[in-house]
């Protein structure tokens, strides 16, 4: 092993990271254990926490007059999110349903939009739920569902033409963790006149976004993923300020009313983002978000988006070293989000052992592999050695062998 992969370099790397601090912030019960999994559920914060206790304590106290102040909270968080992390400007991003939702709106509004255009086109490979919420329109609306193999301009182009209303595509894909060139992909869509949807799950709170200055029409994500809002957190929805009269939501809920409390006879939405808000907005959730997302503020994700790459490459530098020769493959991508693949044909008992044996919580995604998600803001770069080293460790004994192939209820 030479120094370059000695655990010394390794805290070296920690020292003279600037994001350091922020790895105290958050809520650690297990010390030992190494968590690559705050791509799938970011961790608590100790600042989140306190946020969440106190909201609760509102509650208590504000009864039903706690809606004066909380009622703005989805566009004031919205707002948040689309300057700490995505690049949009004021009145474009509000917090609201699930990720899920939040496509079927946005998407269904797109379409509608769209006709007599009646073609989707989506990734083959896109993240599952994406995957259904658009062949569920498709269905509905008897519209075709067009899947492309690879997410680059090339292949986008080649896929469209006039009966294309809407391309909805991920920023980073939530297997390999390629990243997507979502300035040049949208620029080819707009040049055919159809709309373009950006899922944002994997890139939110991890990468440098742009929505306005890449002329990005639509997005979605989720809060629960770098965002570190917390399991089931609100996700956000982003609509481009050209859009805001033109669109319109399908689901025609109260919170959506531009003169909501007049309790009127007729559905007249919002002029602006609320229109896209549905039924009451989860408070408590919010609050959760918005805590969490103040910290990316404070931290710059400037910043956040260097110290993943510095994290991923180092993980790649270490898999190569170690991991190859034992029979892993770590795929090369151009450029990749704040996670990376670990492909083993023994990808599924690996994971149970790791967790079993080991104290490293990372994700089993099928059909072969081990993901490792580098979430900047709580990963130390020791944290990434002492992982790599037990994946070493536990693979050249064997270990997995010992467990069952058969999948669990969550994987
Ligand atoms: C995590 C993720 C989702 C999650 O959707 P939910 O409605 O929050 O369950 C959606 N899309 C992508 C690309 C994701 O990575």
Redesign the pocket.
Known sequence: MGTGLARAAAAELDVHDPLARWVDGFVVERPAEIYFDGNSLGRLSHRTRARVEAAVAGWGTDLVQGWREWIDLPTDVGDRIGRAVLGASSGQTVVCD????N?FKLAGAAVAAGRPRSTIVTDGA??P??RYVLAGLADTHRLDLRLIERVDPEAVTDALDDSVALVAL?HVD?RSGAIADVAGITAAVHRCGALVLW?L??SAGALEIELDAWDVDLAVG?S??YLNGGPGAP?WLYVNRRHHEVLAPPIWGWFAQADQFAMGPEFRPDTGIRRWLTGTPPILGIAAVDESVAMIEEAGIRAIRAKGSALTTYAAELAAAWLEPLGFDCPAVATRGSHLALVHPDAYRLSCALIAEAGVVADFREPDILRIGLSPLMTRFVDVWDGFDRIRALTERCAWERYDVTRGRVT
Do not use: G, M, Q, W
Request: charged share 15%; with cysteine.
């Open positions: 699930c990720t899920t939702v496509l896109n993240f739920t994406d991920s939530y899922d799950s994997h989720c629960y993923k996700a």
